[in-house]
């Protein structure tokens, strides 16, 4: 089984910044991408960002470009998530998840979900 922790969600104001973390632990498996999904309530899970592993090829919804950025640690088998110049708007709870294969930006594609952390941005 693999295991995927997401952590450092929680409360800012508009226009603030938070780093979420997602760590993948027990069986080692091959990994083509990792990304990060958020779901608030009533709404359907979206994707927000994406990276390859061995390449570092990112990929952005364009609702989060230039605000967010992804990052890996290869090592640590940790994906990271920047989220500056926070808006109400992203407030959700925010999965991170693993793919074998393309597609990048499809939901279905990801095998392996972490539990979520929420994020929630104040007006």
């Known amino acids: 089984q693999v295991q995927l922790v997401e952590s450092g969600g929680g409360l800012v104001q508009a226009g603030g910044s938070l780093r979420l973390s997602c760590a993948t632990s027990g069986r080692t498996f091959s990994k083509y991408a990792m990304g990060w999904f958020r779901q608030a309530p009533v709404k359907e899970r979206e994707f927000v960002a994406a990276i390859t592993w061995v390449n570092g090829n990112t990929y952005y919804a364009d609702s989060v470009k230039g605000r967010f950025t992804i990052s890996r640690d290869n090592a640590k088998n940790t994906v990271y998530l920047q989220m500056n110049s926070l808006k109400p708007e992203d407030t959700a709870v925010y999965y991170c998840?693993?793919?074998?294969?393309?597609?990048?930006?499809?939901?279905?594609?990801?095998?392996?979900w972490g539990q979520g952390t929420q994020v929630t941005v104040s007006s």
């Open positions: 998840a693993v793919t074998r294969a393309p597609p990048i930006r499809t939901m279905s594609t990801y095998d392996k």
